[in-house]
């Protein structure tokens, strides 16, 4: 069980007369049957920076809004995962390895991408016909970007600080008894997954939703949106496993209408949340579906007395509970 801290309350019934505890006590009781809001929590692609990723969050406000179908407020948050260049790169592939056995020891691809050569660009650009027009042009900008970012590879991805940021603020929703929606895409699959099972430690999956957008990650834990054109995670599959496709979207035309989505096809809003593809419905779905299965975690008060010592270590009063614990705690 975990025990809800911030709802903690302790009263001395040799120190504080029923009357004056009577009303905390109640107040308690009041917050254990607090179902809680819903948080939908955004977790950003690879370079992304902190304006990008809110600006993602607000697409997401602006066509889900700020109540579920059930009546419940919605609360928008980002989990920010850091972005540096290539170092998103090192660290999607980082953790890639530790969700599928294959990729151990393709530690190299990365190399290819730092010069801009290689047999992994090149098969990403033979792969996809569109991108061999400007596949020059792609090279120099990697390795411009490679040269300007070089010495940030040298250091670890900051994946364990990310981590612990992440779960510092899902304890306080959980604290909170709040229903949580995660909403990740690109390499922000990797740290919603890893974010999941974490709190999976002190909820119930009936508490905690993801809905997976352009995976990069090969395992996901709910629902996902893939288009057939996403270059970004068609390379990731060149070198290992992606979810499957589930839409198709016509191929970008450099002297066409491409109704606004990126050269890429993987842009959150720019390609996933455009209304001209059929992903947006399809992720409107989703995450209403989600959030309208969503279950408060199961709260209950509970008491027990505890034993007070002096600084001499000698029991104080011995023949009394002479404190005593009101806590709510998830069971």
Partial sequence: MTKL??????????????SLVASPLQDLEENCNNSGDTVLAF?????????????NLWEINRHIGNTTQNG????????????????????TFEQRLKEQQALAGRYELFF????????????????????????????????????????????????QENYQEHRNTIDGWIA?????????????????????HYSLK???ADNIKIVHVAPASPIVNGP???????????????VGSVPANTHAISVYNIFGNNHGRDMLGHSFTETYLNPAFPMLETFKQQ??????????????????????????????????????IKECVIN
């Avoid at 407020?73 to 170092?87: A, M």
């Fill in 5 to 18: 801290l911030l709802n903690l309350l302790l009263s001395a019934s040799v120190l504080v007369s029923t």
């Fill in 43 to 55: 977790f950003n692609g690879v370079n992304n920076t902190v304006q990008d990723a809110d600006i």
């Fill in 72 to 91: 419940s407020n919605i609360q928008y948050e980002k989990l920010y995962n850091y972005t540096n260049g290539f170092e998103d790169f090192v660290e």
């Fill in 112 to 159: 290819p991408i730092l010069t801009g050569q290689g047999t992994f660009l090149n098969r990403i650009t033979s792969q996809v016909r569109e991108l061999l027009g400007w596949a020059n042009q792609f090279t120099q900008v990697l390795e411009a970007k490679a040269i300007r970012d070089l010495t940030t590879l040298l250091a670890d991805p900051p994946t």
């Fill in 176 to 196: 909170k008894t709040q229903k949580i929606l995660f909403v990740p895409h690109s390499q922000g699959n990797l740290f919603a997954n890893n974010a999941y």
């Fill in 202 to 204: 002190s909820i119930t």
């Fill in 224 to 238: 996902h949106i893939l288009a057939n054109q996403d270059l970004v995670i068609n390379g990731l599959r060149l």
């Fill in 287 to 324: 995450v209403n579906e989600s959030l309208n299965t969503l279950v408060s975690p199961r709260v209950e008060l509970v008491s027990k007395s505890i034993q007070l010592y002096d600084l001499n270590q000698n029991m104080v009063g011995k023949n009394t509970n002479s404190l005593f």
